[in-house]
């Protein structure tokens, strides 16, 4: 897991009092690194990934958020390269990947906004087409909170769940 906005202390006190602190697999499983400056459109970047993944030989790897990733922009062009270079990656190591997209700015049209739900990614298009699934966490009222879920690539189906988010446990439960 792999945190590119906070400081190694406040990222490590959320993981503890989160869910994941309290299952066995995960604490003998996780790895937890954070850092300000993984740019996946650089070789170093690049290179500071692969001399992960091959030391840590991990089933999963997370990033936290993909947007800071790129030193370039979020233009289509950015964007794939990035993307290439880690499905050679995941080729390779047979890893699967998961990362934080943050949903871009409403936009705001003559006839009232234009939602896309699931697709509302931030930067290009290239996300949106290159992902297999995406998860949506939106705001609802307090604290509740709608889970919705767009799978692609050869099964295309969506899913939309209303859940209940306890920050007292940092849980979420099915409404």
């Known amino acids: 897991y792999i945190q590119l906005e906070m400081p190694v202390i ?3 006190r959320r993981l503890k009092n989160s869910v994941l602190s309290q299952a066995k697999a995960v604490q003998d ?3 937890l690194t954070t850092e300000f400056w993984l740019k996946l459109d650089t070789e170093e970047g690049r290179s500071k990934l692969l001399d992960a993944v091959e030391q840590i030989k991990p089933d999963v790897v997370i990033i936290d958020p993909l947007y800071k990733c790129t030193l370039g922009g979020e233009e289509y062009k950015d964007l794939s390269a990035i993307y290439d270079h880690l499905d050679l990656m995941m080729d390779k190591y047979g890893f699967s990947l998961i990362f934080t997209a943050q949903g871009r700015k409403t936009q705001i049209i003559p006839s009232g906004m234009v939602d896309l739900g699931d697709q509302e990614l931030r930067g290009s298009t290239a996300t949106g087409g290159w992902v297999d699934s995406i998860l949506g966490l939106r705001r609802m009222e307090g604290t509740r909170r709608k889970l919705t879920g767009t799978l692609r690539h050869g099964v295309t189906d969506t ?13 979420y439960s099915l409404v």
Do not use: V
């Open 159 to 171: 899913f939309e769940l209303n859940i209940e988010y306890d920050p007292s446990t940092s849980l």
């Open 10 to 12: 406040p990222f490590h």
């Open 29 to 31: 499983n996780l790895f």
